[in-house]
């Protein structure tokens, strides 16, 4: 099996990593040979989440092509979102909760695309359909991508499938969702960094 | 709910007529009001199928927009080959099994493409993953279409799932797919309806 790597968008938010981490996760469980790395460097609240979850930053690349010859995409599918070489490898597999645009391929491929709130989400939906089980610690990613791009289920994105898969991701990681996504959020606008002028 | 028009390509094939009807069935199931229809008339392919399993020939229509506002496409995605007035209409759903080009939507959607021999393998896997019964007449219809688009499993493009999809569509449908599947082929070939010289 020829190997292939998965990330989310540039200027990457938590669901960009995290998603990219929880896909290639359930790919290589299925059979295929799958590294997240990431298109950026990483917020203030991804850093918060990984360590949280005791999970390794991804690397961090900015062409693909001079290692391998297909990706995944995770987070996004619009070209001018993706690695700066996307035009010249081939897409097997895209997960996402976008409009589409930009978007093309000379050969079918795997593309899921729904409208809900986070792409972990669907994520979530795909490990059920497999009957993969989710480690505890994914289980944790994925949930904590839901809360940042929900807001907590206060985004008008939030769909009721983000709050049933935020639950059962809760129950996996054994997590409180309301008191760890509160701390998440508050990490991410990152108070203790900064100076008191900002 | 607001009325949908679910449909194939132009031109359509067994597949594009059947994934539409099946698809609609879903989506109605699903709470949706869906309606599926053709962008052209029926291969005697197609006439044969529908004729075989007691199902009404779908209404043919030019455009959609004088008559709903958003639309659910199956077995394409590109727009050349959509309905003539697709640029003005809302695509909340999307199910094929084609490379993706010429598709661009201005909100998230519900897109599930994979790369398999037929849309009705894929609208298949949803009907499982919803957990809706398939009633025997559009199990046949679905497995008329597999066996049209992968040529009985004789095209390089049949999957282990299309297979898979077949036995069980076979099974539900009570229709032997290799004695129905050579005569649905054949009546395709028109044999009948042809002059000596042809
Ligand atoms: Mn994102
Ligand atoms: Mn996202
Ligand atoms: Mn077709
Ligand atoms: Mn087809």
């Given at each position: 099996m020829t190997k292939q790597l998965v990330f989310g968008h540039?200027?990457?938010d938590t669901d960009a990593v995290v998603a990219a981490k929880a896909f290639s996760y359930l790919q290589n469980k299925l059979g295929f040979d799958t590294e997240a790395v990431a298109l950026g460097s990483l917020s203030e609240e991804t850093k918060f989440?990984?360590?949280?979850?005791?999970e390794p930053e991804p690397r961090i690349i900015e062409t693909a092509k001079n290692e391998v010859e297909s990706v995944m995409l995770v987070d996004h599918n619009e070209f001018q979102q993706s690695v700066s070489d996307i035009?010249?490898?081939?897409?097997?597999?895209v997960v996402d909760h976008h409009r589409i645009a930009n978007f093309t391929t000379n050969m079918p491929l795997n593309f899921r695309s729904e409208a809900v709130g986070c792409s972990s989400t669907v994520i979530w939906k795909m490990f059920n359909e497999n009957?993969?089980?989710?480690?505890?610690?994914?289980a944790g990613l994925m949930m904590s991508a839901i809360i940042?791009?929900?807001?907590?289920?206060?985004?008008?994105?939030?769909?009721?499938?983000?709050v049933e898969a935020t639950k059962a991701l809760s129950k996996i990681s054994n997590t409180d969702y309301n008191v760890y996504g509160l701390d998440m959020l508050k990490a991410g606008t990152n108070l203790s960094s900064k100076t008191e002028e900002e």
């Open positions: 540039q200027s990457p989440v990984l360590d949280y979850f005791n035009a010249d490898l081939v897409v097997t597999d009957g993969i089980e989710i480690p505890a610690n994914i940042s791009d929900t807001l907590l289920f206060k985004s008008p994105t939030t769909t009721p499938v983000d």
